[in-house]
């Protein structure tokens, strides 16, 4: 009541003076009768402002004794909701953190990275060389500061085991690019990329107590780092890391006149990141940065193909990469949960609401207005969805831990994951949502209710209300969880499939790790060879190891690279438009040791030396790409043009599954280690693999004891099983996965308690019909299938609505699936059997009970 | 909650009777109602005059501001013919709403 007409107003005016006189006629002091009138008035004034948080209050309580009044209603309706809205606010604790939540360095939405870019498919995401960087850095104008980085590894020893951490060698200008100063010591100051000056480096957090337990004295000593002395100047705080949480040291790289040279113009090695100046927008930004690309392209006219540019993106953007889609995927399987669980309640909402109608219409009789009661049923369904969004809240505290440890490295920042105020905002935003959404349809319908016919009606809730509303949301609830269940049957059926894909070798038994000689101590390959030599001679001896090899980049590992050759006897092209293939470079013995089969010719041996005839080893893919009508045994190829080393291939080996079990087989190269492409050739990392007869992990000490005969400094790192190695690459589809097979679950048993409710209700409020016809002479069996033929009716319109749902979202899945068509006829076929037979169940329980109604018991009790 | 509403549904019932034999004004019916009730009944005057408002815009009563002489005019109510109809019907569901309560309670306590 906003505003009263002035009579109401003059009358009420006139009351409280009437009964003023009347109170000091009656011998009451003034302010006696003004004590006794407050009540009135200010009841008066609050009614005036429209206000009436006592309303409220008593909805509250009301709603909370109607709570108490049914438990098991208040249990089941708070589970489901909790459930629905716990998972909605993990996944999107997840979605945030690694999705929305801005990168944790100062004024991080203004962090660009620079990328070469040609403008070609492959070749729009070049780093930038160290000349490069120092162009972007000393002629741009819309950036405050230019940094460049690139992750290396690095081997610590002195002082207890050698150790390899994974760093970055970084400009001089990144950590006051970031924003971040150091807990101890300082971070790198400006003339340190200079010679001489280089060897300092900057510890994190983990290394610093990890390795040196914490000790602030360490700052201003000399440790040595890959074999050469370098001065801690300072450890950063346990929470900065860049460019992610693996990164434990950082360390200057050298800007001296070779690497600025021509030369090393094309040593495309560093990301080149930007910090764009305050009111410079990306695109002024990008401008400035095509002015400054055509300059240095004109000054160093060799080192550019045509059409080179530099292009910006958003750092953030280049850390999370493409894992947003499957976090989306989730989080819309989530949203269908809390559908479904909306649903469900809304379901038992109205059949309390029709058990509820003689409450209501009393109400309505003695003077509740319908918005009255709306909001009245209203702020019950509020109040229950906050209370289970509240739990919700909990379940997804404790469900993003699981979340965490179980998540796969690959996704970026999901140690920062957590549960914070946007979390905790879009929880209760759900939760009212929520309440909303499935409090209303009932509330209205129950504030519907025809007076007389409730009230004529005696105890018997008709149906007819309940009916046609309650049938339709089961039908969405089956829909919906259909498709759920059919999208983690896919994504289950194609993890089968790739489970089955063999690698190409032969993956059980086998050790493998990474070791990385120091160029400072391993000066030439031979000192390298000769190191290799010595400790596989060693680690061959041992018990249980029955082969041993090493590669560069080994099969799982996430390395790989490409160089140009050249095929004698073929046209010279030109050198951007050379064949480039997958190069490898492999110890003599590796193909016997990973079990690839060879198919023609044989592989190397200790005889393919640096004084014999070049050999190289091609894969099938590669003999068929290259020589497809001919062996390709006997034919010569070379990687440099000025001076060519030809390299004659003496086998063909079998296709191995190199980056992921779903990748296409790849042509690969593969040259002897002893054989380097080039003069001056130094030591690389390799990875070592040991095949071995027993447990792998028992060979891990024996090979560290092996290595240490040789050189006690030299650690290995990334020690696995090549069986670990597979399942990892297959941990990112596991996840997502297991996460929607269990939402579908979910789905799945909501889904079920919904079919349940409504046929049970349906056979309650039918007692006294079944009682009727079974009197009249129905058998059992007629009985049961009236119960269950009406459960399973809204069971196949639900399926056939999910199965044409699921069909026309099958392009959306596509990009998920491995080896399994998005609408496989399997997968259409076996889950909807699925769903149906366990809607039967939940349709038997009630049928079986109105199987057993008693025909007089019925009647009577009318 | 309950008897909140009871206590509203039955005012309307009250007043239309109260009304039934003649003209009144709202300080006149509240104290009718709290005399007659013998205390038990007492209507706020922040419900009464708005339930008159309401009760008059559905047509049930009629208000008229009426003068006399010495006195400041004051605004009495009577009861329309709809009125009458509907004070007729309520005093039918209330007696019937009473009789459903002492039954449903006369089982309880059987």
Redesign the interface.
Known sequence: ?PE??D??A???R???D??YRELRAAGASHDDALRAMA??VN??R??RSGLRPELVA?DVR?AFRTLRRNPGFAIVVLLTLALGIGANAAIFSVVNGVLLRPLPYRDADRLMVIRGDLKRPGLNDIPASAGEYVDYRDRSHAFEQVAAYDTVGFNLTGGGEPERVDGAIVSTTLFSLLGASAQVGRTLVADEDQPGRDDVVVLSHSLWTRRFSANPAIVGQTIPVDGRPAQVVGVMPAAFQFPDRSIEIWKPFLLDADALSDNNRGSHGYTALARLKAGISRQQAQADLNAVTAAFKADHPGNYRNGFGATLRPLQEEIVGDTGRPLIVLLGAVAIVLLIACANVANLLLARAASRRKEIA??T????SRGRLVR?LMTESVLVSAIGGSIGLGLAAWGVDLLITSAPDSIPRIQEVGVDARVAGFTALVSLATGLVFGLVPALRASRAPLNDALKEGGRAGGGVHGFAGRALVVSEVALSLVLLIAAGLLIHSFTRLQDVAPGFDSSRLLTFRLSLPESRYTTFQKGQSFFDEFFAGLRRSPGVRGVAAINALPFSGLGGSRSFHIEGREEKRPEDQTEEQLRIVTDGYFAAMGIPIVAGREFTDRDALNQPRVAVVNDAMAKKHWPHESPIGKRVSFSTDEPHWYEIVGVAGNIKHRALEAADRPELYVPYRQPLFAGWTVRPMYVIARTSADPASTVAIARHEIARVDRDQPISDVRTMDERIGRSLSSRRFSMVLLALFAGLALTLAAVGIYGVVAYAVTERTHEIGVRVALGAQRRDVMAMVVGQGMTMTLVGTAIGVAASAALARLMSSLLFGVSAVDPATFVAIPLLLVAVALAACYVPARRAMRVDPLQALRSE | ??D???K?????LLILSLLEDQPR???DL?KLIETRSGGLLKF???????L??RLEKRGWIL?R?IEKAGQ?R??YYRLTPVGAHVLASQRD?WRE?VLAISRVTGVEHA
């Open positions: 009541m009263w007409p009579d109401v003059e009358e009420l006139q009351h409280l009437d009964q009540d009135d009841a008066v609050s009614r008593a009301y009393l109400r009789a003695l003077g509740a009245q | 909650m309950l909140r509403e009871l509203k549904g039955s005012a309307e004004h709202g300080y509240s706020r005057v922040a419900s009464l005059y708005p008159l408002y208000g501001w400041r004051r605004r569901t709403f």
